[in-house]
Every structure is written in structure tokens, then in C-alpha cells.
T-cell receptor, first 112, second 114 residues
């Protein structure tokens, strides 16, 4: 099975930087995804890490340490529209199928 | 085209009704997924199809019946649902292999069982 843990809720100020952590335990690890989901909408892909290190994409960066079972999503220059739920998803390959499993999500509230 | 299209967007059905949810993608993805999401909860995997064959069934009740008629289409047939089955049903697809193979999600069908 898999165990994915991330904080339930975080708050931050517009223009600031926020780091959302995700820890996981899984067998057959094959990558970690971060998704953003606004209320009532589908998740949208933000980033993907399969090797250790930092992946940067504009205002968003994601880091992975496979040995520690740890990832974080870094959001810079926060905007009000960044208020959303951020889902950490771990992909494993039991039996050859690529299965992304989601953590419970972190609700980020950005205030002025 | 990087879209996964789900229909209908909203569905209200009685406990004795039979209805179907539809999902379509034309990205050449050979893995397709059904997820169920309750309010303020993460998506929970229901079914996975890989190359049009059911590869994962996460102990979903038989009142949910998936079908993959071809590589672009995925259906979820609903029959005799319960009010607690009300949720957002998300379809997703991805390439089966490769490194950077994120899942693309449809907008979901918001299902209400009355």
C-alpha cells in the first residue's frame, strides 16, 4: 500500500513564498506529481519528479528526495489566484500498471 | 489536443435509475482512469484500464460498471446507486510508459443521487 502525508491547510500572504511538503511511503515508486485543484474543478498538472533534485517551472518549483520519501512544492510571488488545494500524487507500478495515488491535499489560502 | 472530455457535467439520478458517464480523449493515451472525489477529499482511484483492459479495480461495488469500448473512450455505467455515491467523478488518462507521463484530468461529472 501507500501512505502519503501533507499538511491539511496553509495560509500565506500575497507576494510571499510558500513551501508545501509531502512525505510518502510506497513500493515500486515511479514518480511524484503535484496537482492544483480549485474548488469544483478538476486537478491540473503542475510538476513531475522522478529523479532527486529540484525542477523549476516559472513561479513553481518541486523538489524530490527518494531516499527520504520527501517532496515539496515551492510557490513564489504568490497571487490571490493561487488559493487552491495542492495535491501530491505518488505513482507506483504494481503489476505493471502506472497508478497515481493522491494525498489528501493541502488547502492554500492566500490573503492580501 | 490535450483534453479529456467528460459528459455530462452534472447528473441527478434516482436510486432506481440506470445512467452512464462518458469520457473521451484523443491524445493516444493507453491508460485511462476513473476517480471518485468527495468534497474536501482527494480523488480516490476506482478503476484503471490499460490498453483497453481492466487492470485495476479498487474493490468498487458492482453498482459501478466500467467499460472501455476503444482506446479513446471510457464509460462508467451506474445502476441502483445510493445517496452516499454522490460525488465528483473524474476521468483521467496518461501514456502507459515513458518518464514524464502525467495524468490529464477531465472536468468531472458532478453526480447527485436522490
Amino acid at each position: 500500500g501507500q501512505n502519503i502525508d501533507q499538511p491539511t491547510e496553509m495560509t500565506a500572504t500575497e507576494g510571499a513564498i510558500v513551501q508545501i511538503n509531502c512525505t510518502y511511503q510506497t513500493s515500486g515508486f515511479n514518480g511524484l506529481f503535484w496537482y492544483q485543484q480549485h474548488a469544483g474543478e478538476a486537478p491540473t498538472f503542475l510538476s513531475y519528479n522522478v529523479l532527486d533534485g529540484l525542477e523549476e517551472k516559472g513561479r513553481f518549483s518541486s523538489f524530490l528526495s527518494r531516499s527520504k520519501g520527501y517532496s515539496y512544492l515551492l510557490l513564489k510571488e504568490l497571487q490571490m489566484k493561487d488559493s487552491a488545494s495542492y495535491l501530491c500524487a505518488v505513482r507506483s507500478i504494481p503489476g505493471g500498471s502506472y497508478i497515481p495515488t493522491f494525498g489528501r491535499g493541502t488547502s492554500l489560502i492566500v490573503h492580501p | 489536443d490535450t483534453e479529456v472530455t467528460q459528459t455530462p457535467k452534472h447528473l441527478v439520478m434516482g436510486m432506481t435509475n440506470k445512467k452512464s458517464l462518458k469520457c473521451e480523449q484523443h491524445m493516444g493515451h493507453r491508460a485511462m482512469y476513473w476517480y471518485k472525489q468527495k468534497a474536501k477529499k482527494p480523488p480516490e482511484l476506482m478503476f484503471v484500464y490499460s490498453y483497453e483492459k481492466l487492470s485495476i479495480n479498487e474493490s468498487v461495488p458492482s453498482r459501478f460498471s466500467p467499460e472501455c469500448p476503444n482506446s479513446s473512450l471510457l464509460n462508467l455505467h451506474l445502476h441502483a446507486l445510493q445517496p452516499e455515491d454522490s460525488a465528483l467523478y473524474l476521468c483521467a488518462s496518461s501514456y502507459r510508459g515513458g518518464l514524464n507521463t502525467e495524468a490529464f484530468f477531465g472536468q468531472g461529472t458532478r453526480l447527485t443521487v436522490v
